[in-house]
């Protein structure tokens, strides 16, 4: 039996999936995408072979032209080809003929004492991981990166946001909230440019050095000092100076910037001639960059040959011990505390971690941006890092305003984790046992684009 992923993703309230291999006589209730307010999915077992199926959506019969369909004398049907995956090496070999990664003799790493790792992983068949895929798929990636400019990644109509340098703590931790925004640009009135960007991370920094003084809560001081005030002399947290490009630069080289300075956006500055003062025109990320590749690769994937390789087979992400990969996967129970959570997220240099049960199966996520939902109602001048848990935390966490995870399994292709990520918010997309819904591994943003862009991780 080969484990395999039905997607409907047109909205509805109640979707149901239905076919040949349930006799058209039983139902499977199909389930919602974390993050989507239109996507609906279930995995079914199914033996190799040409199977039919329909979509029952609040009591319609309904088929996805977007999928493979056809008419029989018996009416139309979605049609799906399931094929027996070979056995993947225990070994996977790039092009240099060199070993990435054996999952039989993987060294163990230290963690943090908080964070938990799992074992007894499910054997599953994943495709073989062939010499070239890696260096022709980054090649060919590379070479179309290089024949555009930022200039791609600037929608034609829309607003750009930035914050000025000296509005209080108090209101710039309220606006981030309001609009959704993990980073944000920092505009100096005085010298009339962007000065640096405020990032989920200060935040967090911020609240764990209220949490040390209390007296500083007592005081007001997020209401009354200024974001400069505490980037510049409180906690000097910008540490470096500003790293912006100009909308002539290439997706290559921008791409490469982001990976090679170890952050997560870029602001994207244009100074007209005879001015002096930066015009900001976009705020650029991995997001926006991977969401150009999946536009232009769509209908082409065989010329990227790495995207159809399942994520299983490749050396790309976090997963759980006896799995591989390039890190071993952190999780962390819900009733962990806020700043153990905290304090892991910096610790580790990760954006987030998922959140599991007592069996490891997914509950959540909880991500640094997820701080900014401590400035709904001004929690954040009344909760306590070191009494409050993850769960609470959680339920200020605002699911429907914005799109947190994905989720896949590990024998979907890389293309289908790039098509997760492609959607705006979706930053992390999480592979899970089919049917148990265990927490196997975490790939991000960052993850894949390491993974195109290795030499310049």
């Not at 006896?322 to 071993?328: E, L, P, Q, S, W």
């Not at 009344?382 to 966490?397: E, N």
């Not at 305003?401 to 790039?418: E, K």
Request: aromatic content about 8%; charged content about 20%.
């Amino acid at each position: 039996m080969v484990h395999t992923q039905f997607v409907w993703s047109h909205g509805g309230n109640q979707v149901l999936l239905c076919g040949d291999f349930t006799g058209w006589i039983k139902y499977q209730q199909m389930v919602p995408v974390e993050g989507s307010s239109t996507m609906f999915t279930t995995i079914c077992d199914l033996p190799p072979g040409l199977h039919k199926f329909k979509f029952l959506v609040d009591g319609v019969w309904r088929i996805d032209q977007q999928q493979l369909y056809k008419e029989d004398e018996y009416g139309v049907n979605n049609i799906v080809l399931v094929k027996q995956p070979e056995v993947m090496p225990q070994t996977l070999i790039v092009d240099d003929g060199l070993p990435v990664m054996d999952i039989d003799s993987l060294d163990d790493h230290n963690h943090a004492d908080n964070a938990s790792t799992s074992s007894n992983v499910p054997h599953e068949s994943l495709l073989p991981l062939q010499a070239g895929d890696i260096e022709t798929t980054r090649n060919r990636l590379s070479q179309h990166l290089s024949s555009y400019t930022v200039y791609e990644l600037i929608p034609d109509s829309g607003k750009v946001f930035a914050l000025d340098a000296n509005v209080s703590v108090e209101e710039a931790f309220i606006v981030m909230h309001e609009e959704g925004f993990a980073v944000a640009p920092l505009w100096d009135e005085a010298s009339h440019r962007i000065s640096g960007m405020l990032t989920s991370s200060d935040f967090i920094l911020i609240l764990m050095e209220l949490q040390r003084n209390h007296a500083m809560v007592a005081n007001n001081v997020l209401e009354l000092s200024s974001i400069s005030a505490w980037k510049e002399g409180k906690l000097q947290l910008q540490k470096r100076p500003l790293i912006k490009v100009d909308p002539d630069e290439s997706l290559n080289a921008i791409a490469i910037g982001i990976l090679h300075n170890h952050i997560s956006t870029v602001p994207v500055l244009y100074v007209a001639q005879d001015t002096t003062c930066p015009q900001l025109l976009h705020v650029a990320c991995l997001g926006g960059l991977l969401k150009h590749i999946h536009r232009h690769f769509e209908h082409r994937i065989g010329y990227l040959p790495l995207f159809q390789q399942p994520i299983g087979s490749l050396p790309v992400g976090s997963w759980i011990r006896g799995i591989g990969g390039a890190r071993d996967l952190l999780t962390l129970p819900t009733h962990e505390l806020l700043s153990d959570a905290f304090r892991l997220l910096l610790d580790e240099h990760i954006s987030s971690v998922p959140i599991v049960d007592s069996k490891g199966g997914l509950v959540n996520i909880f991500s640094r941006s997820d701080i900014t939902s401590l400035a709904k109602g001004n929690v954040y001048a009344r909760i306590q890092l070191d009494h409050a848990t993850i769960a609470q935390a959680l339920q200020l966490v605002d699911k429907k305003a914005h799109s947190r995870f994905g989720i896949c399994t590990r024998s979907d292709s890389l293309y289908q984790v790039i098509t997760l990520l492609s959607d705006p918010g979706v930053r992390r997309v999480v592979v899970v046992e089919a049917g148990s819904q265990r927490v196997l591994g975490l790939i991000t943003l960052r993850d894949v684009f390491s993974l195109i862009f290795g030499d310049f991780c």
